[in-house]
């Protein structure tokens, strides 16, 4: 069974909606039968929430809060943000069946009440997350994001590129294939940082509106690590080579750190600015997350 899983910013619970969800025991019951499926995450108007359907996620499973009686916490993965929020509503109708069958909306912030862990039905679970992802599967950003044929195999491209129809019915092949995942990554980490490496500034757009910069992670999804934009940079190919490698890396006030006795003598020059803070996204929520930056950090010291 699928289901809506509600989270407000600045919450009293101890979420971390990439990884884990935080809930009371009231909800204990209906989160065992999400287990082994999906979730969307909705933040309401409360707390300044978007009043939208923000991200996707699986529930791997679910273990008790050790230091709260009863409460409880719902361990996620395969989480991805939407491309852009998707509207709690529309109109006068609703997403979610079991709001659009109250028919007046007056009557829903009552109904909700209680409700912040709730099912979800497959049908309307496929056309919130097709609609979040919809500028990833948009055939014009294709070239873009590195969906063409140039960029993927045969049975991704047909995936990314078949009809709305057709990618709602098949929309959990979707959320697991890594191509398409990645895709999504780089669109909104490209666009976080304006199509500019974050480390030599450079900016520069080929044909059909490709960036010359790539996205890179900056905790690695074999790790763990979450395709959200705190976890990854705008780089070019060969600054991205570097990273990946832990030749260069960062401090926490997002200056550049350099192996000097590792990176090759001809690539030194890329770095004459060593210890300037790199090019960031001028919304500081979509900075590197800390956290992120530091498991980097400790391997760059470790090399």
């Known amino acids: 069974m699928k289901g809506i899983f509600d989270t407000k910013p600045n919450s009293k619970y101890d979420d971390e909606v990439t990884h884990r969800y935080h809930f009371p025991p009231q909800y204990r019951a209906i989160a065992e039968r999400i287990v082994g499926d999906w979730i969307i995450y909705r933040e309401p108007q409360r707390n300044r929430g978007r009043r939208a359907y923000v991200a996707v996620g ?23 943000p939407f491309d ?44 919130i997350v097709r609609a979040g992802l919809s500028d990833t599967l948009s055939p014009e950003n294709s070239i873009r994001l590195e969906l063409d044929r140039t960029h993927v195999d045969p049975a991704t491209f047909e995936l990314a590129h078949a009809p709305r129809e057709e990618q709602e019915r098949r929309i959990e092949q979707i959320l697991l294939n890594r191509k398409i995942r990645d895709a999504s990554f780089r669109g909104q980490v490209c666009e976080a940082y304006d199509n500019r490496c974050a480390v030599t500034g450079l900016q ?9 910069v790539q996205a890179a992670h900056i905790w690695p999804v074999g790790s763990g690590g979450p395709d959200v934009v705190q976890n990854g940079l705008a780089l070019s190919g060969t600054v991205h080579w570097l990273f990946d490698r832990h030749l260069i890396s960062l401090t926490d006030d997002y200056r550049l750190l350099v192996s000097h006795n590792k990176v090759p003598d001809e690539l030194r020059g890329l770095f004459a ?31």
Not at 58 to 80: C, F, N, Q, W
Not at 86 to 102: H, T, W
Not at 274 to 303: C, G, N, V
């Open 273 to 303: 600015r060593q210890m300037d803070r790199i090019h960031l996204p001028r919304d500081s929520k979509l900075w590197p997350h800390p956290a992120y930056i530091a498991r980097h950090r400790e391997a760059f010291s470790s090399i």
């Open 84 to 127: 852009r929020p998707v509207p709690f509503a529309g109109g006068n109708s609703y997403a979610e069946a079991s709001l659009r069958e109250i028919g007046d909306p007056a009557r829903i912030g009552a109904y909700l009440q209680g409700k912040s862990v709730r099912a979800l039905s497959d049908s309307d679970f496929a056309r």
């Open 58 to 80: 699986k529930v791997i499973s679910l273990t008790p809060d050790t230091m709260r009686s009863g409460y409880s916490y719902a361990v996620i993965g395969e989480y991805l």
């Open 204 to 212: 520069i757009i080929n044909g059909g509106g490709r960036a010359e």
